[in-house]
């Protein structure tokens, strides 16, 4: 009678959590209250050290805990992505924010969703069609102002919601629970997150937690590629991808395509070298993709995709790699030769000094660095 039971927090208390400042006390509310469906301790403690470099109060809950599919680790991992009420709070930390205007949304869309998941009730590793229908709007736009030189300006952003929604895992289009809930709030937050980033490109470069829920971290172009193809076809039924293979579900994957370099514009590669930069430290490779998707099309969208591939793969390989490439690169750009440091290239990957990634990231820079330097030369001699 009269003793005090004490409860253990859902996760444990980390010895790492005193190089924080987290105190147990403060440790439980972080895992009971602020994060309640976190999964991990490393998870909350990445989110304590993003809000303490950023100087925010976590217990507001300024972050969220994103999972995300790692295709290289073939796990979910837990990701830290500040919420659209951190954006804003940057923005405002700026002194130039000047507001922003409720919503505008298109016509409402009705569209069948049908794919494969876990059929808890039969046996393991067993799967169930589900079909879910929903209402949305096409799109949605947000003006979010910012102070120039002392004049209010506004920068405006429309986001489409199938190029946007959250998908239940990275081979499904089904949405996720929160986006069948909220078809227009969701929505909402991204499209707000979007204009924020638009007026305050530096202060609010990165993606927003609610854009990132359902991403794939690394993940393959060819499920890409098959994705895209697959949502390109789609008329009043979208169908799922075969959680399996991979394959689309009576379709045929896409191969990988190489753009016409030489058709791509200098405003072209000024947006996909911004969405390398975004991408770049969380890497959301992924959403980059999906951006370029929604603002690009024919062969501009092609190089894009190349582009941010290459940048993807530049992560991946040893810096000798890389500084190595860029030396081959300047000493082919001054002699003009192309040809010869691509046989060269060749040469090494068959004798075993490149591996296959490596060799592959080599000759994309060496193509792209090809394609640059022809760019110059046209339009030098254009200007004589």
């Known amino acids: 009678m009269g003793e005090v039971i004490s409860l253990q927090p859902r996760i444990a208390y980390p010895a790492e ?6 105190n147990e006390a403060t440790w439980r509310v972080l895992v ?15 989110a304590v050290a993003y809000c303490q470099a950023r100087k925010l ?14 295709s290289a680790l073939n796990r979910y991992v837990e990701t830290v992505w500040p919420g659209i009420n951190e954006l804003q709070t940057t923005a405002a930390r700026t002194g130039e924010f000047a507001g922003i205007d409720a919503p505008i949304y298109g016509t409402e869309m009705t569209e069948t969703f049908t794919g494969l998941v876990k059929d808890e009730s039969g046996p393991r590793g067993s799967k169930k069609t589900e079909t879910v229908t929903l209402k949305f709007p096409e799109w949605c ?12 300006c506004p920068f405006t952003a429309r986001i489409y919601w199938m190029e946007t929604y959250s998908r239940k895992g990275s081979r499904s289009v089904l949405p996720t629970e929160m986006w069948v809930k909220r078809p227009k709030g969701q929505l ?3 499209a707000k997150a979007d204009a ?5 490109p530096e202060e609010c470069g990165g ?18 590629s098959r994705r895209r193809k697959q949502e390109a076809s789609q008329s009043a039924s979208v169908t799922d991808i075969d959680p399996e293979t991979g394959e689309v579900l009576d379709g045929k994957p896409v191969t990988d395509e190489k753009p016409d370099l030489s058709q791509v514009g200098a405003d072209v590669k000024e947006l996909v070298g911004k969405l390398v930069r975004r991408a770049l430290p969380n890497g959301a490779w992924e959403t980059a993709i999906g951006y370029a998707t929604e603002k690009l099309q024919g062969n501009d969208l ?18 000798t790699v890389r500084s190595n490439t860029m030396e081959l690169i300047q000493r082919a750009g001054v002699a003009g030769a192309w040809r010869g440091a691509k046989e060269y290239l060749s040469k090494l990957h068959k004798d075993g000094k490149l591996n296959g990634l490596e060799f592959e990231y080599a000759q994309t820079a060496l193509e792209l660095a090809e394609a640059e330097a022809a760019a110059t030369a046209a339009a030098m001699q254009e200007a004589v």
Not at 17 to 22: F, P, R, S, T
Not at 145 to 152: E, F, H, P, S
Request: proline share 4%; charged share 25%.
């Open 17 to 22: 959590a005193k190089n924080y400042g987290v």
């Open 207 to 224: 993606y927003s937690a609610e854009e990132m829920d359902g991403k794939v971290i690394e993940a393959d172009e060819a499920d890409i």
């Open 141 to 152: 736009e947000v003006t979010v102002y910012r102070l120039v030189g002392g004049v209010r």
């Open 302 to 319: 092609v190089y894009a995709k190349y582009a941010l591939r290459q940048a993807e793969r530049s992560e991946a390989v040893p810096a």
């Open 57 to 70: 109060d976590i217990m507001k809950r300024p972050v969220s805990i994103v999972p995300m599919w790692s």
């Open 196 to 200: 924020l980033r638009a007026a305050f």
């Open 188 to 190: 909402a937050k991204c």
């Open 32 to 46: 009971e209250s602020t994060f309640p469906s976190a999964k991990s301790a490393e998870g909350i403690l990445l």
